[in-house]
């Protein structure tokens, strides 16, 4: 609820605050007065788009400052937390306007976009009159009125269009995989036949680089290595230190033990020689190899080192690149198959959403003609009986609302064709079209937001303005409305009332507003039925309104 709303410096508002009140407040004045004015300075603080030059004559800079109370379940608690803004039980708007034309808004003291302060406004605040175009008058917003209006949850159609959504994006992937992998499939099975005919293995280069290069050596230092073998074996060191060894033995028996340690020591070294002697044997079985096994080695390592440039890959990585290879041949194998398991789980969803789209269609021509009947029980008592209210549904493209398009028409007289509310209606018909059918769509829900009727009674007089005022009282029992009337019938029924003065001297032009007590309403509701002069028999009319 909007319970206050203070203005500095815009237009023609030095200063002004307003405290506004639960139910039906009316605003009244002259023609010219500033009511307009106060629904611009509300507009500029919700972020709505209205005047280009909002500051007033001489002033730096203009502000508006409007504070709402919420209740607990308020939609505006979810914006805020979205918007990581603090939640609390009061929401302070402020917006600034500079001189030229820069524009800073704060929620709660946070400063934010005007796509935030317009996200909120949708939750708050609602304006209907003759030039509406945000509310009833949008058809883009009818669908979801008429859902609201009988409860309608399309909670199943939303899920079922989004499963749709996604196995559609499956399928169109998969096919262009597998469009992508046949436009390669001749390279693909090339590729692999030949990296399988190879064989690669990890580290496999390695070794036979090792090996090959051992084997070019081999000629070159197998016969050094022979004659290290010699040298250590029985015509060498091995043999002479068996001599030695003998030698000592048969001396050791009269050395009294000066011979064991140089024996122990013989021993230890005739074990390294073998160790040496085993090296050696080893390194010259290892040289010795067929003359062809150089060529093939060097064969099989050109021929890996070949593959891996071809395929801009190490030699190394070869076999993970292979398996790359066949795991997209496997894609081409099967995917025909995938393609055909993917269109059956397409057309599935296309039956789920199909059925889930016509049962929330009944449910939607239902409700639509339970608001024609809504309305036409309506309009009767606005002097519109003969006026044909008509919800229409067409057909329109699937989407995740469904394959209903829905329109608000009326024909102002039985035969004439049906057409869009304000195209077909004039200026007071629209205005109780509108009137209405918020009065109907109201029944559904709503009472979170603060309802603005700007001049929605102009036309309209007697028996006709006093059926549009008790209209906007039923609306208000359940959520807080704002007339700017110049109707006496409508003003008379407030449960609130503001009067707004325009001051003028040689200086300046200013608006001003006004609570006005029972007395006061009294006059001012008299001047509405008699003009600038208040006449005695005007106020007891205007008390008579006041008490009917």
Aim: proline residues 2%; negative net charge.
């Amino acid at each position: 609820m909007l319970r206050g709303l203070d203005i500095r410096d815009m237009l023609i508002i030095d200063r002004l605050e307003l405290a506004f009140q639960p139910g039906l407040n009316v605003l009244t004045g002259e023609t010219g007065a500033g009511k307009s004015i106060l629904l611009d300075s509300l507009g500029f603080v919700l972020g709505w788009r209205g005047r280009a030059e909002l500051v007033r004559a001489g002033a730096e800079q203009g502000e508006v400052t409007a504070w709402f109370d919420l209740d607990a379940g308020h939609p505006a608690r979810a914006v805020l937390e979205e918007a990581g803004i603090a939640v609390e039980d009061e929401l302070i708007l402020r917006r600034v306007n500079t001189r030229d034309g820069r524009k800073t808004a704060w929620v709660n003291d946070r400063r934010v976009s005007g796509e935030v302060l317009r996200a909120l406004s949708d939750t708050l605040v609602e304006l209907h009159g003759q030039h509406d175009d945000r509310g009833l008058l949008n058809p883009r917003g009818h669908r979801a009125m008429l859902d609201d209006f009988a409860g309608i949850d399309g909670g199943k159609v939303r899920a079922a269009w989004r499963a749709l959504g996604a196995v559609r994006t499956a399928r169109a992937a998969a096919a262009a995989r597998l469009a992508e992998v046949q436009a390669e499939e001749e390279y693909l099975r090339h590729a692999v036949a030949e990296l399988d005919a190879l064989a690669p293995e990890q580290g496999e280069e390695a070794v036979l680089d090792t090996r090959r290069r051992m084997m070019q050596g081999a000629e070159k230092i197998r016969a050094d290595i022979a004659k290290a073998g010699d040298a250590l074996g029985l015509q060498g060191a091995e043999g002479m230190m068996s001599d030695a060894t003998r030698w000592l033995i048969d001396a050791a028996a009269q050395a009294e033990g000066a011979l064991d340690g140089a024996l122990a020591a013989i021993e230890r070294a005739m074990l390294e020689l073998d160790s040496a002697q085993q090296g050696v044997s080893a390194c010259l079985d290892a040289l010795t190899f067929n003359p062809s096994e150089l060529e093939d080695t060097e064969e099989r390592l050109f021929a890996i080192r070949g593959l891996a440039r071809k395929h801009n890959v190490l030699a190394d990585d070869l076999g993970g690149f292979a398996e790359d290879l066949r795991a997209r041949l496997a894609v081409l194998d099967g995917g025909a198959a995938d393609l055909a398991a993917l269109d059956h789980d397409v057309a599935a969803a296309e039956a789920a959403y199909v059925a889930a789209a016509d049962t929330l269609h009944k449910a939607r021509v239902k409700a639509a003609k339970a608001l024609d009947k809504a309305m036409a029980a309506e309009l009767a008592p606005l002097k519109m009986e003969r006026a044909v209210f008509v919800t229409e549904i067409t057909a329109a493209e699937p989407g995740p609302e469904g394959r209903d398009a829905v329109a608000f028409t009326v024909a102002t007289n039985p035969g004439a064709p049906a057409g869009a509310l304000n195209k077909i209606a004039s200026g007071g018909e629209l205005s109780r079209f509108l009137l209405a059918l918020k009065v109907c769509l109201t029944q559904a829900g709503g009472a979170h937001l603060t309802m603005i009727f700007d001049e929605i009674d102009r036309g309209v007089g007697g028996a006709t303005a006093d059926a549009v005022g008790r209209r906007l009282v039923d609306l208000s029992v359940k959520m807080q409305v704002l007339v700017v009337t110049h109707s006496p019938q409508v003003a008379a029924l407030g449960g609130h009332h503001w009067r707004v003065e325009k001051h003028q001297n040689d200086e300046a032009t200013t608006s001003t507003v006004t609570s006005l007590d029972p007395h006061a309403r009294i006059d001012e509701i008299a001047r509405m039925l008699s003009g600038d002069k208040v006449t005695d028999a005007a106020r007891e009319a205007a008390k008579a309104l006041m008490h009917k």
